[in-house]
């Protein structure tokens, strides 16, 4: 009976650490399609503030996959009372802020949020803001059409506030009463009016996933090594030193 239980316990452990291995391996290779799927989209040719509209039209949850991560160029006026400074983001490895604001489209009443760049945090003083310029009048934006900014883990409910962690576009539409479009841009280029615009690349980190997809292998076949040397090998080396 106590060789049944191993031998049990040694089939479960390499089939749950092969699964474990497949499902790294399938979450890498999400990530290395969903970077193509991105490469792809910012190769073709860049959308309008219209083409935004539109799409919002039919796509209201914002997963139009016509448009997202395409190169985009709209123009209107910032709403600064409006800005948000997302928390505990990193550019370059350092912690900082996300500078989130709406902006209000040219000829239209629709606002689309504009992620805008990253500015570096006070360590001695956690509500200090560091200084960002907001230009008034028309300006124009240069980026790509993204979906919400990354939400990161939180303890509790979504805060409201100047300060935050998260920043959903359909709650903070609710919030505020702007009429927000779904998507959000981001915007790129050279650094400027105080923020850094060096962003992640999305679906980066495949490698990481393979990684563990060879360890969980490797430890499958190290149960494996180890349940035929201590209940195979063993076992008959002794028989033979007692004969």
């Known amino acids: 009976m106590k060789r049944v239980i191993i031998a049990l316990a040694a089939l479960i452990g ?46 209201p949850k914002g997963d139009d996959p016509e448009i997202l991560h395409r190169a985009v160029t709209v123009r209107g006026q910032w709403l600064p009372e409006h800005t948000v400074w997302l928390d505990n983001r990193q550019m370059n490895g350092a912690p900082g802020f996300y500078v989130v604001t709406p902006l209000r489209l040219e000829h239209s009443r629709d606002v689309v949020l504009v992620q805008r760049g990253w500015a570096p945090r006070n360590f001695q ?6 200084l960002v310029q907001t230009p008034p009048g028309t300006v124009e934006v240069r980026g790509r059409v993204a979906p919400s900014p990354a939400k990161l883990y939180s303890f509790g409910p979504d805060e409201a506030g100047t300060i935050r962690q998260n920043l959903e576009v359909a709650g903070f539409r609710a919030e505020t009463g702007l009429p927000l479009l779904p998507v959000s841009v981001q915007q790129e280029g050279a650094a400027s009016e105080g923020l850094q615009r060096q962003w992640p690349q999305a679906g980066s980190g495949a490698d990481k996933n393979y990684g563990y997809a060879f360890q969980w292998w490797a430890i499958a076949g190290l149960i494996a090594v180890l349940y035929v040397w201590f209940q195979l090998v063993q076992p008959r080396r002794r028989r033979h030193r007692g004969l």
């Open 14 to 59: 390499i089939a749950v650490t092969v699964s474990l291995g497949f499902w790294q391996w399938g979450r890498g290779e999400m990530r290395t399609a969903l970077h193509d799927a991105q490469v792809r989209q910012e190769q073709l040719a860049p959308v309008d503030a219209e083409a935004l509209v539109r799409s919002a039209a039919v796509h």
């Open 125 to 130: 003083q956690r509500t200090a803001l560091p």
